[in-house]
């Protein structure tokens, strides 16, 4: 095969792991539910490396990536997005200001984690004093940026929510200046492609989301597209088209840059050993728990269930005659500790394979995690209860093209393991190593101008894209306002009661 290609698919399947995780991450929220997509980011990049010796580092890789990226989900960003789909009669600055934002805030998902994936490539890794000295830096930086900006200039990112987003942006500017003065490029490299790749994708999955939402009442009856496929408009999530596109950009742009260091020596008995048997119980066992303890709330997937239910007795009055939303919960309960059980077993399995180096097993924890993750989603989200599965159709009633983003999602995990049966059976990955000198190369003008080039590309689009559909969901911060407060006037709104 040739060595681009492959490189390049290595790549899109790191970036299908991490977007199909992104679009599951927001069922969940915050920082648990963005320690999934981290940790796929980090064994499914040991899986595709081909490096027996990063290969053995998988669990730590899991637990750096899902630690590092998590980090991000500290901050509040719906505002922001807000802000990136005002448009007409709302000032340009609006969206303006909302993309800039949302390129900091992407870039402050990324930057972390991936800048500590990297460090674990590096052979020159820091000493425990060192990397404490730099937790601090970080911290310390984070808190007096946010400090300064609210405290003494009085700016607040996104009124009323948390200005958290400030003291991520301390803290990348501290890291950042900290490993350059330091010279541990490789890590550098890396927390640079973190923030290029997924503060692009949170810009670029925004303005599709956007595109989205302007498509769904500019395509009319009279349009060839509707008159072929007999709908008129489109209703999809376009909160989930950011959020896969954003750990599909981030997950490829870091993958592409990072892949082929070459790691010369396995790792000896120092330390190691213990955090991968930590590693491999908190990715398979304690990610999937956590998800289900943040997740376990009956009393809203009961008003959920409603609809649902209503929708069965009338397609199927026979067979849900005695269908409840008590009785559909109690299943879906059932089955969603059923997955967090399996999860402690597949953390066994890992663990079997990983100490007598079962080496062709390696996509194990990937497709594993994926499964885990997902599974359990869809019963807590009751999309296996849904009568109008698969979730792609055409609303004749209605006229409306119908578009599950989760099923989406589905199809790309599909892509995933079809991907691990294709190299398991005919292209075993083999180590890709790129020369040494590339590797250390810091792209600092390359990362710049790429942010400047697409977030000039993407305000171009706004002014296309963004407008009486975006607005219906929007949020401007010059004046204040926001979307549930009626229809915009260009005056000043109180806001602090729509939290």
Not at 24 to 32: D, E, P, Q, S, Y
Not at 84 to 98: D, E, H, I, K, L
Not at 324 to 330: G, L, P
Not at 488 to 495: A, I, L, S
Request: charged share 15%; with cysteine.
């Amino acid at each position: 095969m040739n060595s681009f290609l492959d490189k390049l698919l290595r790549a899109v399947f790191v970036a299908l792991a991490v977007g199909f995780a992104w679009g599951i991450r927001g069922h969940f929220g915050h920082l648990i539910g963005a320690m999934f997509p981290g940790a796929m980011l980090g064994i499914a990049f040991a899986y595709v490396s081909g490096q027996k010796n990063i290969i053995r580092w998988t669990p730590l890789f899991g637990t750096i990536g899902g630690l590092g990226i998590a980090i991000g989900g500290y901050t509040s960003y719906a505002v922001l997005h807000g802000y990136a789909q005002s448009g007409p009669p709302a000032p340009w600055c609006n969206f303006a200001y909302g993309f800039a934002m949302l390129v900091l805030q992407g870039g402050c998902w990324g930057i972390f984690g991936c800048a500590a994936l990297s460090a674990i490539l590096d052979a020159r890794k820091p000493s425990v004093t060192k990397f404490l000295e730099l937790v601090a830096l970080i911290f310390l930086a984070g808190w007096l940026f946010q400090f300064v900006v609210v405290q003494f200039l009085g700016f607040h990112v996104n009124p009323p929510r948390s200005n958290a987003l400030l003291g991520h942006i301390g803290g990348a500017i501290a890291l950042v200046i900290w490993l350059a003065c330091n010279k541990y490029k490789l890590a550098l490299r890396g927390a640079l492609l973190g923030f290029t790749g997924f503060g692009m994708g949170m810009i670029i999955g925004r303005i599709i989301g956007n595109l989205c939402r302007h498509l769904e009442i500019s395509w009319g009856a009279e349009h060839w597209i509707t008159e072929m496929f007999h709908f008129q408009t489109v209703s999809i999530n376009h909160w989930n088209i950011m959020e896969i596109t954003v750990g599909l950009v981030g997950g490829l742009v870091f993958t592409l840059g990072m892949l082929g260091k070459k790691i010369d020596e396995c790792p000896k008995d120092n330390g190691y050993t213990g955090l991968n048997f930590m590693g491999i119980l908190y990715v398979l066992g304690m990610i999937p728990l956590l998800h289900l303890w943040v997740r376990t709330n009956w009393e809203y997937t009961e008003k959920m269930m409603t609809d649902i239910i209503t929708q069965w007795k009338a397609v199927y009055p026979d067979v849900t005659e005695h269908l409840s939303a008590e009785t559909v919960n109690a299943h879906a309960a059932t089955m969603s500790n059923l997955m967090i059980a399996l999860g402690w077993v597949c953390a066994a399995v890992w663990m079997y394979l990983y100490y007598t180096n079962r080496e062709r097993w390696n996509w194990f924890p990937v497709i594993a995690l994926g499964a885990l993750i997902s599974i359990l989603d869809l019963y807590l989200r009751h999309y296996f209860y849904d009568p109008m599965l698969p979730g792609i159709y055409v609303d004749e009633a209605k006229a409306v093209l119908m578009v599950n983003m989760r099923t989406v999602s589905m199809g790309m995990f599909g892509l995933m393991i079809l991907y691990v049966i294709v190299r398991e059976c005919f292209w075993t990955h083999k180590p890709l190593i790129v020369a040494e000198e590339k590797m250390q190369k810091v792209p600092w003008l390359m990362c710049l101008l790429t942010c400047i080039i697409i977030y000039a590309c993407v305000i171009g689009l706004a002014f296309k894209f963004n407008g009486e559909a975006t607005m219906k969901t929007a949020n401007t911060r010059w004046p204040t306002w926001e979307w549930r407060l009626g229809p915009f006037t260009g005056e000043e709104r109180d806001v602090s009661g729509n939290k």
